[in-house]
């Protein structure tokens, strides 16, 4: 069973910035996807960004140039730099890797809180 441990997670004015943060239990070298998804109250979960088996990045249209994911291998650590915060961007936010079909795991989620 692997572990993600996400921080980073506030409440944050319009405009600011916040960087979340998911450590792993397992070395995410070997993972073949990795990513951010966030849940707002009353809607689905939904992609953030990803890295994809390939190395390529994709962000939702909502956050492109605002959001950025990175990631350090000697860390085990994924991470989310989210820039100019809006109040839409207010959601639960997951960090998500996969290592194979049946290794999926999620993080149990970090609140992000933008006000108006």
């Known amino acids: 069973q692997v572990q993600l441990v996400e921080s980073g997670g506030g409440l944050v004015q319009a405009g600011g910035s916040l960087k979340l943060s998911c450590v792993a239990s397992?070395?995410?070298?070997?993972?073949?996807?990795m990513g951010w998804y966030r849940q707002a109250p009353g809607k689905q979960r939904e992609l953030v960004a990803h890295?994809?088996?390939?190395?390529?990045?994709n962000f939702a249209d909502s956050v492109k140039g605002r959001f950025t994911i990175s990631r350090d291998n000697a860390k085990n650590t994924v991470y989310l730099q989210m820039n100019s915060l809006k109040p839409e961007d207010t959601a639960v936010y997951y960090c998500?890797?996969?290592?194979?079909?049946?290794?999926?795991?999620w993080g149990q989620g970090t609140q992000v809180t933008v006000s108006s």
């Open positions: 890295f994809t088996s390939g190395g390529e990045t």
């Open positions: 397992r070395s995410i070298s070997s993972a073949i996807a």
């Open positions: 998500n890797i996969v290592y194979g079909f049946s290794s999926n795991y």
